[in-house]
């Protein structure tokens, strides 16, 4: 594993970059607001991948590597891990299928980016769908998923107060026990990546 810094318009990233001999593809993963990229459930996305034959990116956004616990507006967050990627993708992580997501913050960053970074499928660890406790549909962040035209997995805590999304044409919900942590049932969450990422993988070759 290495880390690297990568120069943003927001300041720098890092970049915990954790690859296999002859990847079959890409995984590139941000973390939620409040926490890094040694999120349980990013570990063990990082591990399942790596066991598939995919590479992966874990990033850091600027605002998280300069020491601020709030998160930058939704506009630097995409400028800075569209810049990220584009750089991984010109570098490290060249010519490979890529496979964009993240934990919470970090997978509404992947999906409102999907299209733009050429994301050839979308992984949703705890997607926030609405603040708890707040159901307005004016306020929910499911156009966000919706908007994603690729393969997209979520896997969501049964019992997560920021609400549960629906399937959709291109969208599986793995429900497993736990909430918006996805630290109750860990293996629930290995075993639902186990399933999907050769998927993606093949729809992508």
Do not use: N
């Not at 630097?76 to 964009?100: K, Y």
């Amino acid at each position: 594993m290495t880390v690297d810094a990568v120069e943003t318009p927001h300041g720098p990233a890092q970049v915990h970059l954790h690859p296999v001999d002859r990847p079959q593809a890409a995984l590139v993963l941000g973390h939620g607001a409040g926490g890094g990229v040694r999120a349980r459930d990013l570990v063990v996305a990082t591990e399942v991948a790596q066991a598939e034959g995919i590479s992966v990116a874990l990033v850091e956004q600027p605002y998280l590597v300069a020491g601020r616990r709030a998160p930058a507006p939704a506009s630097q967050l995409d400028t800075a891990w569209t810049a990220v990627v584009e750089h991984l993708r010109a570098g490290d992580l060249a010519d490979l299928p890529l496979i964009a997501g993240g934990r919470s913050l970090g997978a509404r960053v992947a999906c409102r980016t999907a299209e733009t970074t050429g994301a050839v499928a979308v992984l949703c660890l705890a997607f926030p769908v609405h603040a708890p406790g707040q159901h307005d549909p004016a306020k929910s962040r499911l156009p966000e998923l919706e908007a994603v035209k690729v393969p997209t997995l979520v896997v969501q805590g049964e019992s997560d107060p920021f609400g549960m999304p629906p399937p959709g044409p291109h969208r599986e919900v793995v429900q497993v026990p736990g909430d918006h942590g996805l630290k109750k049932d860990i293996e629930a969450v290995a075993a639902a990546l186990r399933e999907w990422l050769p998927r993606a993988v093949a729809q992508a070759a």
